[in-house]
């Protein structure tokens, strides 16, 4: 009986536990239901009545540029940086895993160290750099560093992960005539795939919620994303489109839900065999 109570107060604790983590999302959901005289007067979790066009205001879009333009330019700046961190992070992994070369030491320190620096203190240089490129009011200041493993995060995550493989696949491999790069591709990248996978999901994750590199870098509303896009309902008319600025969160949010969902699994194994393996 004591182990039975044990075991239910723990499911309630949890449970209660639960409910308020999970509050802020049923706030946001049942608030863009709410009407605009409602969203800030009521205290009130559920509406009144279906405010059904704050749902119509936000597809519509912003200034002339539709919700479906929106998703598709967030959606094209996750997916290139998921792509260039998983490529080039694996790769510069590898190497500081697998390979012998000289100041291996030195450089991978390096790179760790780069995690303490804050990303504001490389903003304006890289700003001035992408400005001279041209490259200003477009997609590529959010995209191409991904492919230059700028992410010392992950690159240390990968690594911890090859470190735990057996070298004897790659000895192996080597034997049968191949060479570092087709190792990596046939063997080690394919055992690899939990790490590989957390670092896709935490990229397009921070990515899609990213707000102030892409309101640096981004400036007609054409190529703005949907976390630009709820800016603009508080800047236009304040506290009248709160309503509509809280139904597009939720169209933002449920694209992060589904792929977190459709991924968490790996997530846990990557994170996991990350930490045992290392």
């Known amino acids: ?26 706030w946001l959901v049942a608030t863009s239901f709410k009407p605009a005289d409602e969203v800030l007067a009521s205290l009130a979790l559920l509406p009144s009545r279906l405010a059904t066009e704050n749902y119509t205001t936000a597809a519509a879009g912003i200034q002339g540029v539709s919700l ?7 959606l094209t700046i996750s997916v290139g940086a998921v792509l260039g961190n998983v490529l080039s992070c694996s790769l510069a992994a590898y190497a500081f895993a697998r390979l012998r070369f000289k100041l291996r030491g030195p450089l991978f320190a390096f790179m760790i160290a780069t995690i303490m620096l804050p990303h504001h203190a490389v903003l304006i240089p890289q700003y001035i750099v992408f400005n001279q490129l041209g490259m200003v009011n ?60 957390t670092t896709a999901i935490f990229t397009f994750i921070w990515t899609w919620n990213d707000f102030f590199t892409q309101l640096i870098y981004l400036f007609e509303p054409g190529k703005y994303t ?53």
């Open 1 to 26: 009986m004591t182990a039975t109570r044990s075991r239910i107060a723990l499911h309630a604790g949890c449970l209660l536990v639960l409910l308020v983590m999970l509050y802020p999302l049923g």
């Open 68 to 74: 479906l333009k929106l998703f598709g330019n967030s």
């Open 138 to 197: 477009t997609f590529w200041p959010m995209v191409l560093p991904k492919f230059l493993a700028t992410d010392a995060f992950f690159v240390f995550l990968i690594v911890q992960f090859m470190r735990g493989l057996p070298r004897e696949l790659e000895e192996a491999a080597k034997i049968d005539g191949c060479g570092p790069f087709r190792t990596f591709a046939r063997v080690v990248l394919p055992l690899t795939r939990p790490a590989l996978i």
């Open 226 to 278: 949907l976390t630009l896009a709820l800016r603009t309902f508080v800047d236009t008319s304040s506290q009248s489109a709160y309503g509509p600025m809280f139904a597009m969160s939720v169209f933002a949010l449920l694209p992060i839900v589904l792929f977190f969902l459709a991924f968490q699994r790996f997530l846990v194994e990557g994170m996991a065999n990350s930490g045992v393996k290392g």
